[in-house]
Protein backbone atom coordinates (compact mmCIF):
# COMPACT_ATOMS: atom_id res chain seq x y z
CA UNK A 1 0.00 0.00 0.00
CA UNK A 2 1.85 3.31 -0.86
CA UNK A 3 2.46 5.58 2.06
CA UNK A 4 0.98 9.19 2.00
CA UNK A 5 3.45 11.91 3.36
CA UNK A 6 2.53 15.66 3.86
CA UNK A 7 4.92 18.46 3.58
CA UNK A 8 4.54 21.65 4.84
CA UNK A 9 6.21 24.63 2.84
CA UNK A 10 9.51 25.48 5.00
CA UNK A 11 7.59 29.28 5.64
CA UNK A 12 4.79 27.20 7.75
CA UNK A 13 7.13 25.58 9.78
CA UNK A 14 9.22 28.63 10.43
CA UNK A 15 6.23 30.78 11.72
CA UNK A 16 5.41 28.39 13.93
CA UNK A 17 8.70 28.10 15.33
CA UNK A 18 8.32 32.17 15.64
CA UNK A 19 5.18 31.45 17.32
CA UNK A 20 6.03 29.50 20.25
CA UNK A 21 9.29 31.00 20.88
CA UNK A 22 7.28 34.40 21.69
CA UNK A 23 5.19 32.21 23.59
CA UNK A 24 7.69 31.35 25.89
CA UNK A 25 9.15 35.01 26.12
CA UNK A 26 5.92 36.17 26.78
CA UNK A 27 4.42 39.76 26.18
CA UNK A 28 6.50 42.63 26.89
CA UNK A 29 6.52 44.17 30.18
CA UNK A 30 4.05 47.47 30.19
CA UNK A 31 5.59 50.60 30.88
CA UNK A 32 3.48 50.95 34.24
CA UNK A 33 5.54 47.91 35.23
CA UNK A 34 8.30 49.25 34.77
CA UNK A 35 10.91 49.74 37.67
CA UNK A 36 10.15 53.75 38.56
CA UNK A 37 12.75 56.07 39.78
CA UNK A 38 13.49 56.66 43.27
CA UNK A 39 14.35 59.51 45.66
CA UNK A 40 16.44 58.74 48.51
CA UNK A 41 15.92 61.30 51.76
CA UNK A 42 18.23 61.18 55.28
CA UNK A 43 16.32 62.69 58.19
CA UNK A 44 17.80 64.45 61.37
CA UNK A 45 15.52 65.25 64.26
CA UNK A 46 15.70 65.69 67.78
CA UNK A 47 13.97 66.28 70.89
CA UNK A 48 14.41 67.75 74.77
CA UNK A 49 13.27 67.21 78.02
CA UNK A 50 14.08 68.08 81.63
CA UNK A 51 15.91 65.63 83.43
CA UNK A 52 13.55 64.34 86.49
CA UNK A 53 16.49 61.85 88.45
CA UNK A 54 20.30 61.97 88.92
CA UNK A 55 22.72 59.64 89.70
CA UNK A 56 26.03 60.45 91.71
CA UNK A 57 28.70 58.68 93.32
CA UNK A 58 30.19 58.88 96.75
CA UNK A 59 31.98 56.86 98.96
CA UNK A 60 35.34 56.93 102.13
CA UNK A 61 38.78 56.72 101.74
CA UNK A 62 40.41 55.16 105.20
CA UNK A 63 43.82 54.75 105.80
CA UNK A 64 45.43 53.15 109.09
CA UNK A 65 48.60 51.30 110.31
CA UNK A 66 47.17 47.49 109.20
CA UNK A 67 44.58 46.49 106.73
CA UNK A 68 41.87 45.33 109.89
CA UNK A 69 41.76 48.20 111.06
CA UNK A 70 41.77 50.63 108.19
CA UNK A 71 38.63 48.08 106.60
CA UNK A 72 37.36 48.33 110.14
CA UNK A 73 36.98 52.46 110.23
CA UNK A 74 36.31 52.20 106.59
CA UNK A 75 33.21 49.78 106.81
CA UNK A 76 31.85 51.81 109.99
CA UNK A 77 32.26 55.51 107.88
CA UNK A 78 30.85 54.05 105.05
CA UNK A 79 28.00 52.39 107.01
CA UNK A 80 26.86 55.82 108.70
CA UNK A 81 26.95 57.25 104.85
CA UNK A 82 24.45 54.47 103.50
CA UNK A 83 22.11 55.13 106.87
CA UNK A 84 21.87 58.87 106.17
CA UNK A 85 21.23 58.34 102.26
CA UNK A 86 18.03 55.58 103.57
CA UNK A 87 17.47 58.14 106.10
CA UNK A 88 16.63 60.88 103.50
CA UNK A 89 13.96 58.50 101.80
CA UNK A 90 16.63 56.69 99.38
CA UNK A 91 14.80 53.17 98.62
CA UNK A 92 17.09 50.54 98.63
CA UNK A 93 17.05 49.44 95.06
CA UNK A 94 18.86 52.80 94.46
CA UNK A 95 21.85 52.42 96.30
CA UNK A 96 24.75 50.22 94.92
CA UNK A 97 28.27 50.17 96.03
CA UNK A 98 30.17 51.20 93.11
CA UNK A 99 33.87 50.57 93.79
CA UNK A 100 35.89 48.56 96.47
CA UNK A 101 39.40 48.16 97.18
CA UNK A 102 42.40 48.20 99.93
CA UNK A 103 45.89 49.07 98.64
CA UNK A 104 49.00 49.15 101.00
CA UNK A 105 50.77 52.41 101.20
CA UNK A 106 54.78 52.78 101.10
CA UNK A 107 56.86 55.35 102.96
CA UNK A 108 58.65 57.41 100.31
CA UNK A 109 61.91 56.28 100.23
CA UNK A 110 65.36 58.47 100.82
CA UNK A 111 66.57 59.79 97.19
CA UNK A 112 69.57 57.01 96.14
CA UNK A 113 67.99 54.56 98.28
CA UNK A 114 68.30 50.93 96.66
CA UNK A 115 66.43 49.40 99.78
CA UNK A 116 63.37 47.84 99.11
CA UNK A 117 59.65 49.77 99.27
CA UNK A 118 58.84 48.95 102.80
CA UNK A 119 54.61 48.59 103.69
CA UNK A 120 53.55 52.40 105.69
CA UNK A 121 50.33 51.66 106.02
CA UNK A 122 46.84 50.47 104.07
CA UNK A 123 43.86 52.58 102.36
CA UNK A 124 40.41 50.95 102.35
CA UNK A 125 38.45 52.69 99.44
CA UNK A 126 34.25 51.63 99.06
CA UNK A 127 32.35 54.02 96.83
CA UNK A 128 28.28 53.94 96.99
CA UNK A 129 26.12 54.90 93.67
CA UNK A 130 22.88 56.31 94.76
CA UNK A 131 19.79 57.37 92.42
CA UNK A 132 17.89 60.35 93.18
CA UNK A 133 14.21 60.51 91.83
CA UNK A 134 12.94 63.39 93.41
CA UNK A 135 15.40 66.22 92.29
CA UNK A 136 13.85 68.60 94.71
CA UNK A 137 15.68 66.47 97.54
CA UNK A 138 19.46 66.35 96.27
CA UNK A 139 21.00 69.54 97.28
CA UNK A 140 19.86 68.62 100.66
CA UNK A 141 21.24 65.04 100.33
CA UNK A 142 24.75 65.78 99.35
CA UNK A 143 25.16 67.67 102.42
CA UNK A 144 23.66 64.78 104.71
CA UNK A 145 26.39 62.46 103.24
CA UNK A 146 29.21 64.57 103.44
CA UNK A 147 28.03 65.15 106.89
CA UNK A 148 27.97 61.34 107.52
CA UNK A 149 31.50 61.23 106.72
CA UNK A 150 31.76 60.83 103.10
CA UNK A 151 34.96 62.21 102.04
CA UNK A 152 35.27 61.27 98.29
CA UNK A 153 32.50 62.33 96.01
CA UNK A 154 32.20 61.29 91.83
CA UNK A 155 30.30 62.70 89.28
CA UNK A 156 26.66 63.82 88.94
CA UNK A 157 24.35 62.58 85.94
CA UNK A 158 20.83 64.08 85.17
CA UNK A 159 18.76 61.38 83.28
CA UNK A 160 15.11 60.32 82.49
CA UNK A 161 13.47 57.97 84.04
CA UNK A 162 11.15 57.58 81.00
CA UNK A 163 14.23 57.58 78.15
CA UNK A 164 12.14 55.58 75.52
CA UNK A 165 9.75 58.28 75.50
CA UNK A 166 12.13 60.99 74.54
CA UNK A 167 13.73 58.88 71.73
CA UNK A 168 10.53 58.49 70.04
CA UNK A 169 10.19 62.26 69.98
CA UNK A 170 13.28 62.63 68.18
CA UNK A 171 12.45 60.10 65.53
CA UNK A 172 9.67 61.32 64.72
CA UNK A 173 11.16 64.56 64.33
CA UNK A 174 13.87 62.78 61.62
CA UNK A 175 11.22 60.93 59.96
CA UNK A 176 9.50 64.82 59.26
CA UNK A 177 12.34 65.96 58.36
CA UNK A 178 13.31 63.27 56.04
CA UNK A 179 9.16 64.19 54.84
CA UNK A 180 10.07 67.83 54.57
CA UNK A 181 13.08 67.06 52.42
CA UNK A 182 11.44 64.33 50.00
CA UNK A 183 8.80 66.88 48.97
CA UNK A 184 10.92 69.96 48.59
CA UNK A 185 13.19 68.04 46.37
CA UNK A 186 10.62 66.10 44.45
CA UNK A 187 9.02 69.61 43.54
CA UNK A 188 12.11 71.34 42.87
CA UNK A 189 13.52 68.61 40.04
CA UNK A 190 9.94 68.41 38.48
CA UNK A 191 8.68 65.39 40.15
CA UNK A 192 6.17 64.28 42.56
CA UNK A 193 6.14 61.67 45.49
CA UNK A 194 4.36 58.42 44.87
CA UNK A 195 4.45 55.21 47.14
CA UNK A 196 7.02 54.97 50.19
CA UNK A 197 9.18 51.89 49.26
CA UNK A 198 11.05 51.72 52.36
CA UNK A 199 11.53 53.47 55.73
CA UNK A 200 14.91 52.78 57.72
CA UNK A 201 15.40 54.19 61.06
CA UNK A 202 19.09 54.84 62.18
CA UNK A 203 20.44 53.25 65.22
CA UNK A 204 19.11 53.46 68.38
CA UNK A 205 18.33 57.62 69.17
CA UNK A 206 20.91 58.85 71.67
CA UNK A 207 20.15 60.64 74.58
CA UNK A 208 23.00 63.25 75.36
CA UNK A 209 22.84 63.35 79.46
CA UNK A 210 22.91 66.58 81.26
CA UNK A 211 26.79 67.46 81.66
CA UNK A 212 27.83 65.89 84.16
CA UNK A 213 29.67 67.68 87.80
CA UNK A 214 32.34 67.10 90.12
CA UNK A 215 31.29 68.00 93.57
CA UNK A 216 33.87 68.66 96.51
CA UNK A 217 33.28 66.64 99.57
CA UNK A 218 33.52 70.03 101.74
CA UNK A 219 30.65 71.45 99.68
CA UNK A 220 26.90 73.08 101.57
CA UNK A 221 23.75 73.33 100.46
CA UNK A 222 25.12 72.31 97.12
CA UNK A 223 23.10 74.46 94.14
CA UNK A 224 22.11 72.29 91.26
CA UNK A 225 20.69 72.99 87.83
CA UNK A 226 19.45 69.85 86.15
CA UNK A 227 19.55 72.11 82.11
CA UNK A 228 18.34 69.65 79.91
CA UNK A 229 18.37 66.22 77.98
CA UNK A 230 18.78 66.09 73.95
CA UNK A 231 17.73 62.81 72.26
CA UNK A 232 18.76 62.29 68.56
CA UNK A 233 17.99 60.74 66.04
CA UNK A 234 17.93 59.66 62.24
CA UNK A 235 15.98 58.26 59.85
CA UNK A 236 15.96 57.34 55.66
CA UNK A 237 13.15 57.83 54.12
CA UNK A 238 13.27 56.29 50.05
CA UNK A 239 10.36 57.26 47.96
CA UNK A 240 9.17 56.38 44.36
CA UNK A 241 8.49 59.45 41.95
CA UNK A 242 7.57 60.31 38.30
CA UNK A 243 7.55 63.66 36.55
CA UNK A 244 4.66 66.03 37.47
Do not use: C
Not at 153 to 163: C, E, K, Q, T, V
Amino acid sequence: MPILTLRAPAQVWMLALLAVTLGAWGVPARAEDAPRATLTVVGQGEASATPDQAVFSTGVVSTAKTADEALAANSKAVAGVIEAIKASGIEARDIATSGFSIQPQYAQPQQGSREPLKVSGYEVRNGVSVRVRDLAQLGTLLDKVVQAGANQAGGLRFDLSNPDELSAKAQIAALDNARAQAETLAKAAGMRLLRLRRISPGERASIGGAPMMMMKAEARAVPLEAGETTAHAQVTLMYEIEPL
